[in-house]
């Protein structure tokens, strides 16, 4: 029952709204469905650093020094806030079909932005911090199953996040989207940019 509880506490945190889920959908909507599934695939790369620094003991002890923790608490505000800004500037209502749009664009770019989104963000890290001081034992008996449940945990953001870019991009949204295509943008850039506020004034 336990690790029936973490792996649903697990999905729950996935799937929850957040600056991840806000930036999928703005590059799927904007810049079609290969930006949205490359940068879902950054997310998942980034969990693989939490997963990394948690089992080496390294989050906690960036948790117990104040002026690291907020040098990247501050970097990851920072960094969705551009994002956000960015967005709404560039946010416009033509009805361009999203396979139409930039593609000559390097999908580094969307690896990037998914990847730094998510390393940069400190609740990501308390989180595996929380969870995987249940998940591993003091004598380190258990590496197997934490790096089991790591690997449920990087599959789990691909797939998910991946299922976001590919549902707002479907044939069955599109037409809907296209026509909400500026607000739409507007509205995920100012989601990021309150997500990196609340993040910078949080304590």
């Given amino acids: ?8 506490l697990g999905l729950l945190i996935v799937i929850s709204p957040g600056a991840d889920f806000v930036l999928v959908l703005k590059n799927s909507v904007s810049q079609g469905r290969q930006a949205g599934i490359w940068t879902a695939i950054g997310v998942s790369l980034a969990i693989c650093v939490h997963i990394s620094y948690s089992m080496l003991g390294i989050s906690y002890l960036i948790s117990q020094n104040e002026q690291l923790f907020d040098m990247i608490r501050y970097a ?8 956000g800004l ?6 416009d209502n033509k009805l361009t079909p999203m396979e139409d749009a930039k593609q000559s664009t390097s999908v580094w770019r969307y690896l990037a932005q998914g990847f730094l989104c998510n ?4 609740k990501t890290m308390l989180f595996f911090l929380s969870i995987f001081s249940q ?3 003091p004598d380190a008996a258990n590496q197997h199953v934490a790096l089991g449940y790591g690997l449920y945990m990087i599959v789990l953001h691909g797939l998910w996040f991946g299922v976001v870019a590919m549902l707002f991009t479907s044939n069955t949204l599109k037409k809907h989207l296209l026509r909400a295509k500026k607000r739409l943008n507007q509205a995920c850039g100012f989601g990021l940019v309150t997500f990196g506020a609340l993040l910078a004034i949080k304590s």
Wanted: glycine letters at 6%.
């Fill in 119 to 122: 390393v940069l963000n400190p």
């Fill in 86 to 91: 960015k967005g709404i500037l560039s946010a």
């Fill in 76 to 83: 990851g505000a920072a960094y969705l806030i551009y994002l």
């Fill in 1 to 8: 029952m336990e690790w029936l509880s973490l792996a649903v």
């Fill in 135 to 137: 998940v591993i034992s």
